[in-house]
Nanobody
């Protein structure tokens, strides 16, 4: 069973940066699609960024150029670097890989 632990959320002012991490417990997710999702209160969950198993990366249009998804060389941790944060980026962020989900980490951006 894959266990994921996401972390790195916090409160920042608009224009600031945060880096989210998602560590897999004892599992190499090199064969899986890696993804970050987010959900704001009262809104539907959004797929923010993905790395497919073939290495293809894609982003939600609203975060293109500001967010970067990546993974470490051991392929047991993935990241989401978030720059130029906007108030509308405020949400709970979840990592997903190999059918498993992290518990979520809150990102709050204030104006």
């Amino acid at each position: 069973q894959v266990l994921l632990r996401d972390s790195g959320g916090g409160s920042v002012q608009a224009g600031g940066s945060l880096k989210l991490s998602c560590a897999a417990s004892g599992y190499d997710f090199s064969r899986c699609r890696l993804a970050w999702h987010r959900q704001a209160p009262g809104k539907e969950r959004e797929l923010v960024a993905t790395i497919r198993a073939d290495g293809t990366i894609s982003y939600l249009d609203s975060v293109k150029g500001r967010f970067t998804i990546s993974q470490d060389t051991a392929q047991t941790t993935m990241y989401l670097q978030m720059n130029s944060l906007k108030t509308e980026d405020t949400a709970m962020y979840y990592c997903e890989a190999c059918g498993a989900w992290g518990q979520g980490t809150q990102v709050t951006v204030s104006s």
